[in-house]
């Protein structure tokens, strides 16, 4: 007879069905480059091979209608309707042009340089550098007069990109019908999804806000030390208490360079930059369906689309001749609900260590809500069917839930192979298989984004299985090894 996991202690039998992954392979640091561009290959997109005529707004209106049509409409080719964006007495955008003495200066345009020079003391910047005129005492004299070029401090200019990009965003609030933004968001120490819990108080800020705390230090709970430079993250004063920041909690991130797009290389090491830090996202976060990036690189932004078919870039767009396009994406990645910005609203999953877990972990399959013991496996991967192993109990039965984005070509091949040899001894038992849905459709990457022939399309796929099992290699002594391969013969030969 199959033995369940909860009485193997009873039993040296320990089972391991075989449609269920038990190893997987994680990048190393000093291949993680070179292994995620040949596992992106042929899956990369670029927005000029795609049959739309502006990719962020398409996007933007397809994921958050509401929230897209609500942010202020051009006039003409450039501009704002509104006249200005500002918030209390502070202009981001007026007269057809952001605010020289607001936007950082990495950002700026000539013109708005010019104008800056003109009516700034403090004097001229260039790109980081900062020509200033000073008093310098000196002991026993009136002192000298010295001009010299001064290096911001570490992680500067970052924050004063992401305090740009919050007071636009709490701007952006006013202009957004309360009754279409979502309810806010607490989140629990080291969750990787949030919580949602409704609030009759109104949203003074933003539920997410850009920080460059991870600029200067590396973001932690990832495989790999990296430094994004901007992160996007719940409201931390939402925080109860405030955890230790790492992977799981960042919703997206931004990267900045002062050198233009145009540069080759500087495009090449942008891209990899953005690519390694998704991966880290991917494999912290185990219910992330997509991710939403952005990079500035002088003037110009693009964002980044990782999904399991892919990723795609889109061309670069001038924050100066497009600001509605910046302000929707920063709207979407924002005010919009968790599963809009990619997160699988089907489970909320919390840190398996004692000290950290405050919640309960679960997933839910149709109307039912089952219990998660722990991840029995995770497949370490951006692009492909990311298959993902949870060891689940409701009622006290245990099950195995294999979580995967399958081919649409071969969605019903693994459950109509279990289908056929379900009621034989030694082999996995098919409980339930179902697409998961997200709003009453099913969930596939062409749903969020056009998918061109050269990629794949691919659905979120789940199968509900018994028995649970615990991995042969784990035997506790040579009785226990001869007794499963004594039931693996005698299962073989019935």
């Known amino acids: 007879m199959p033995v369940h996991y909860a009485t193997t202690q009873n039993s040296p039998l320990k089972l391991r069905t075989t449609s269920i992954p038990t190893t997987g392979k994680i990048f190393k640091a000093d291949d993680v480059n070179q292994s995620l561009l040949v596992e992106l290959d042929g899956a990369t997109v670029h927005e000029d091979t795609l049959s739309t005529s502006h990719y962020i707004l398409d996007q933007c209106k397809k994921i958050a209608p509401a929230v897209t049509q609500s942010v202020p409409g051009q006039r003409g080719s450039n501009g704002l ?3 200005s964006l500002k918030l209390k007495d502070n202009f981001f955008y007026r007269d057809g042009r952001w605010e020289p ?10 013109d708005a340089g010019s104008l800056l ?4 003391k403090r004097g001229r910047l260039v790109s980081g550098l900062q020509r200033e005129t000073i008093h310098r005492p000196i002991s026993g004299t009136s002192g000298e007069i010295v001009e010299g070029t001064f290096i911001p401090a570490a992680g500067l200019e970052e924050n004063h990109v992401a305090n740009w990009l919050n007071g636009i965003t709490e701007a952006l609030q006013v202009l957004i019908p309360e009754s279409i933004l979502p309810a806010p968001t607490v989140s629990e120490n080291a969750t990787v999804r949030r919580i949602l819990t409704r609030s009759t108080k109104p949203l003074t800020k933003p539920l997410r806000v850009w920080s460059s705390e991870a600029s200067c230090k590396p973001v932690k709970g990832g495989p790999m030390s990296y430094k994004p430079d901007l992160v996007l993250q719940e409201e931390p004063s939402r925080l109860r ?4 920041f790492s992977w799981k909690d960042v919703v997206s991130f931004l990267e ?5 797009y145009s540069n080759s290389g500087s495009t090449s090491t942008i891209r990899n930059n953005v690519m390694c830090k998704a991966y880290a996202i991917f494999v912290s976060q185990p219910g992330r369906q997509f991710l939403f990036a952005i990079s500035i690189a002088h003037q110009e932004f693009r964002t980044h689309m990782f999904d399991r078919s892919g990723v795609v870039h889109s061309r670069p767009y001038n924050i100066h001749r497009f600001p509605r396009t910046l302000l ?6 924002t005010f919009c609900k968790p599963e809009q910005v990619g997160y699988d609203p089907t489970i909320i999953y919390f840190s ?3 000290s950290q877990n405050t919640g309960r972990s679960t997933i839910q399959v149709g109307s039912l809500i089952y219990d998660i013991i722990k991840r029995v496996f995770f497949n370490y991967l951006i692009c492909g069917r990311g298959t993902s192993c949870w060891h689940v109990c409701r009622d006290g039965q245990d099950y195995i839930v294999k979580d995967s984005w399958t081919h649409e070509s071969w969605v019903d091949r693994e459950k109509d192979i279990l289908t056929k040899i379900h009621g034989l001894k030694g082999v996995p038992q098919l409980v339930a298989a179902w697409t998961v849905q997200i709003g009453g459709k099913d969930d596939r990457t062409d749903t969020c984004r056009p998918i061109p022939a050269s990629s794949s399309i691919r659905v979120h796929w789940w199968l509900l299985m018994q028995p649970v099992g615990i991995p042969l290699s784990d035997f506790q002594s040579i009785h226990e090894l001869l007794s499963i391969f004594i039931d693996v013969l005698d299962s073989t030969f019935q």
């Open 241 to 244: 208490p405030k955890p230790e």
């Open 117 to 120: 020079r003109r009516s700034s």
């Open 352 to 354: 398996p260590h004692p």
């Open 101 to 110: 003495m607001t936007i950082p200066h990495i950002l700026r345009s000539t």
């Open 81 to 83: 309707k509104v006249t």
């Open 256 to 260: 900045l360079s002062s050198t233009p």
């Open 328 to 333: 929707c994406i920063l709207a979407l990645l």
